[in-house]
């Protein structure tokens, strides 16, 4: 059995989601919190319905005579030249990944090529294309913690399997904590199966304690 979800997105990374402006990379933690949680969903499914409102109520312009045909053309362009969306449906049957971050990876958790970061964490980078945003996997094994670190700005961190723990609570399978600048926290996975988390933050990590500041370019986290 899933433990309930307790931990959920903001109204702002909904109302954005919604919106569409928020990076790729948040959008792929939202997509599969979203995947994963009956009540984002139906509070996604609630914006989107305003958004609809707000369109139906706006006084009709007029367009020139052809903007019709010539934005179906421009659709068809689009369409033409870009590769195909991944599909975003619901989690995949039995898989540890949700569908929106499979679509990324190209297959579950055995398709992963995890980076060792030394004290029993692993990562790996998901590859976003507009780069305002970082999004990875991280991986930790039981009774481990990430190292201690601020926020130059804001962080995702949605768990897949395992859960963690630190100073803002437990979070399990389907949680997601929203930390900001002002947060310092060190997660520890809890004892049982190992953790996997999907991460997504608008700047680099500040390590304080665990990387110098060389090996963070390096490693570029
Ligand atoms: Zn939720």
Not at 140 to 164: M, R
């Given at each position: 059995?899933?433990d309930?979800?307790?931990?959920?997105?903001?109204?702002?990374?909904?109302m954005?989601?919604?919106?569409?402006?928020?990076?790729?990379?948040?959008d792929?933690?939202?997509?599969?919190?979203?995947?994963?949680?009956?009540?984002?969903?139906?509070?996604l499914?609630?914006?989107?319905?305003?958004g609809g409102?707000?369109?139906?109520?706006?006084?009709?312009?007029?367009?020139?005579?052809?903007?019709?045909?010539?934005?179906?053309?421009?659709?068809?362009?689009?369409?033409?030249a870009?590769?195909?969306?991944?599909?975003?449906?619901?989690?995949?049957?039995?898989?540890?990944?949700?569908?929106?971050?499979?679509?990324?990876?190209?297959?579950?958790?055995?398709?992963?090529?995890?980076?060792?970061?030394?004290?029993g964490?692993?990562?790996?980078?998901?590859?976003?294309?507009?780069?305002?945003?970082?999004?990875?996997?991280?991986?930790?094994?039981?009774?481990?913690?990430?190292?201690?670190?601020?926020?130059?700005g804001?962080?995702l961190?949605?768990?897949?399997?395992?859960?963690?723990?630190?100073?803002?609570?437990?979070?399990?399978?389907?949680?997601?904590?929203?930390?900001t600048?002002?947060?310092e926290?060190?997660?520890?996975?809890?004892?049982?199966?190992?953790?996997?988390?999907?991460?997504?933050?608008?700047?680099?990590?500040?390590?304080?304690?665990?990387?110098?500041?060389?090996?963070?370019?390096?490693?570029?986290?």
């Amino acid at each position: 059995m899933r433990d309930r979800i307790t931990h959920h997105l903001t109204d702002g990374l909904i109302m954005g989601y919604a919106a569409g402006t928020l990076p790729e990379a948040f959008d792929l933690v939202v997509a599969s919190h979203i995947s994963m949680c009956d009540e984002c969903r139906a509070r996604l499914a609630a914006y989107d319905a305003v958004g609809g409102a707000v369109i139906d109520s706006t006084e009709g312009a007029e367009l020139a005579e052809d903007s019709f045909a010539s934005t179906l053309r421009l659709i068809e362009a689009e369409k033409a030249a870009e590769p195909p969306a991944p599909s975003w449906g619901g989690i995949a049957a039995g898989g540890v990944l949700p569908a929106p971050v499979q679509a990324y990876v190209g297959g579950d958790v055995d398709a992963v090529k995890w980076r060792r970061l030394g004290g029993g964490v692993f990562d790996s980078v998901i590859r976003t294309s507009d780069g305002e945003a970082t999004a990875r996997l991280l991986r930790i094994a039981p009774g481990k913690a990430v190292p201690d670190h601020g926020h130059e700005g804001s962080e995702l961190t949605l768990v897949l399997q395992g859960a963690f723990s630190d100073a803002a609570g437990r979070f399990g399978p389907g949680d997601v904590e929203v930390a900001t600048e002002e947060v310092e926290h060190t997660p520890i996975a809890e004892e049982g199966d190992v953790c996997i988390c999907l991460a997504a933050m608008d700047h680099p990590l500040k390590f304080s304690k665990f990387l110098p500041r060389l090996a963070q370019k390096v490693m570029r986290i």
